[in-house]
C-alpha cells in the first residue's frame, strides 16, 4: 500500500522569506501524480501544485515550486516570498491510476503560518 | 462554473440517528470521490464512482456506512446509526475522465453527540 509522509506537523516563516516543505512517499509503482493541496481555514481543499512521476523537469506555479526526487521518492514544495494568504494546512497527496483506483492517499499535512 | 456542491455545510445530530450527507458534482465529471478528515486519521477516502458504479469501497468503515449514485448529477453518504466516532468533515470531489485534478467541495462537518 501506498504512504505518505509529512515530517514537519507544523512550520512558521516570515512574510516574504521562502520555506520549503517535505514530503516522502512508498510505493512500489512507477507511474503516478504527486500533488500539494493547500487547505485554509475555509476548509476548502486547492489544488496548489501537481507533478507526473514520468516528468523529470520540475513543476512550477508562479510562486510555489517542487523538488521531485523519484529515486528518493520526496517530493518537497517550495513557496517563495510567502504571503499572509499561505498560512493554511498543505497536504502532500500520492495518486496512481493502477488497479483501477485513482484514490488520492494524503500525509497527514503540515501547518503553514505565515507571520507578518 | 458553480463547482461540487455539498449540503448540508454543518450537520449536528444525536447518537443513533440517521444522517444523510449530498453531493452534486461538476457537470461532465465522470468520477466521483468521498473522503473523511478526522484529526486522527487525517484525509482518507471511503468510496469511489466512476460512471456511477462504486469502483473502490475498501475505506468505508463499516456497514453503518453506505453510498450510492443513482445518476451522474447526485450521490449520497448515509450513516445509520451514527455514531459519536463518525463525527468529521466529509468532502466530496469529482474530476472528469482521463484528467488527475480532482475538484473538492466544501465539505460537511458532521458531529454526533
Given at each position: 500500500a501506498q504512504t505518505v509522509t509529512q515530517s514537519q506537523p507544523e512550520?512558521?516563516?516570515?512574510?516574504?522569506?521562502?520555506?520549503?516543505?517535505?514530503?516522502?512517499?512508498?510505493?512500489?509503482?512507477?507511474?503516478?501524480?504527486?500533488?500539494?493541496?493547500?487547505?485554509?481555514?475555509?476548509?476548502?481543499?486547492?489544488?496548489?501544485?501537481?507533478?507526473?512521476?514520468?516528468?523529470?523537469?520540475?513543476?512550477t506555479e508562479n510562486r510555489f515550486s517542487v523538488n521531485f526526487q523519484k529515486a528518493a521518492k520526496s517530493f518537497s514544495l517550495k513557496i517563495s516570498d510567502s504571503q499572509l494568504g499561505d498560512?493554511?494546512?498543505?497536504?502532500?497527496?500520492?495518486m496512481t491510476t493502477q488497479g483501477g483506483s485513482e484514490k488520492l492517499v494524503f500525509g497527514k499535512g503540515t501547518k503553514l503560518t505565515v507571520n507578518p | 462554473d458553480a463547482g461540487v456542491i455539498q449540503s448540508p455545510r454543518h450537520e449536528v445530530t444525536e447518537m443513533g440517528q440517521e444522517v444523510t450527507l449530498r453531493c452534486k458534482p461538476i457537470s461532465g465529471h465522470n468520477s466521483l470521490f468521498w473522503y473523511?478528515?478526522?484529526?486522527?486519521?487525517?484525509?482518507?477516502?471511503?468510496?469511489?464512482?466512476?460512471?456511477?458504479?462504486?469502483?473502490?469501497?475498501s475505506g468505508m468503515p463499516e456497514d453503518r456506512f453506505s453510498a450510492k449514485m443513482p445518476?451522474?448529477?447526485?450521490?449520497?453518504?448515509?450513516?445509520q446509526p451514527?455514531?459519536?466516532?463518525?463525527?468529521?468533515?466529509?468532502?466530496?470531489?469529482?474530476?472528469?475522465?482521463?484528467?488527475n485534478e480532482q475538484f473538492f467541495g466544501p465539505g460537511t462537518r458532521l458531529t454526533v453527540l
Open positions: 512550520m512558521s516563516v516570515q512574510e516574504a522569506e521562502t520555506v520549503t516543505l517535505s514530503c516522502t512517499y512508498d510505493t512500489s509503482e512507477n507511474n503516478y501524480y504527486l500533488f500539494w493541496y493547500k487547505q485554509p481555514p475555509s476548509r476548502q481543499m486547492i489544488l496548489v501544485i501537481r507533478q507526473e512521476a514520468y516528468k523529470q523537469q520540475n513543476a498560512t493554511a494546512m498543505y497536504f502532500c497527496a500520492f | 473523511r478528515q478526522t484529526m486522527m486519521r487525517g484525509l482518507e477516502l471511503l468510496i469511489y464512482f466512476n460512471n456511477n458504479v462504486p469502483i473502490d469501497d445518476n451522474a448529477s447526485f450521490s449520497t453518504l448515509k450513516i451514527s455514531e459519536p466516532r463518525d463525527s468529521a468533515v466529509y468532502f466530496c470531489a469529482s474530476k472528469p475522465v482521463g484528467y
